[in-house]
């Protein structure tokens, strides 16, 4: 069965950088497209970026050009640097693989991020 492991959270202060990982095991992590959510207390799911089998990526708007998702299938391991956090980025984050792009199939325990206001 597949299983993914989300780490890197934690406590930062408005405008500083963290960097989420996600380990995945059971599978062929190559593969499988790569998306990441998040989720506040009270608020929807919402999409956060997505990196491809192949490599293509994108970004919701709210997070594009402060997040970067990227991937390294040798360590079968998926990474989104989130930089210049601001309080509204406060939510837990979870990944989540499919063979289908946009249909994910497998999801992680999720990371808190928290960023002070």
């Known amino acids: 069965q597949v299983q993914l492991v989300e780490s890197g959270g934690g406590l930062v202060q408005a405008g500083e950088s963290l960097r989420l990982s996600c380990a995945a095991s059971?599978?062929?992590?190559?593969?499988?497209?790569m998306d990441w959510y998040r989720q506040a207390p009270g608020k929807q799911r919402e999409w956060v970026a997505r990196?491809?089998?192949?490599?293509?990526?994108a970004y919701a708007d709210s997070v594009k050009g402060r997040f970067t998702t990227s991937r390294d299938n040798a360590k079968n391991t998926g990474y989104l640097q989130m930089n210049s956090l601001k309080p509204e980025d406060t939510a837990v984050y979870y990944c989540?693989?499919?063979?289908?792009?946009?249909?994910?199939?497998?999801w992680g325990q999720g990371t808190q991020v928290t960023v002070a206001s």
């Open positions: 990196i491809t089998s192949i490599g293509n990526t």
């Open positions: 989540a693989l499919g063979r289908v792009i946009g249909v994910p199939s497998v």
């Open positions: 059971g599978s062929i992590f190559s593969i499988n497209n």
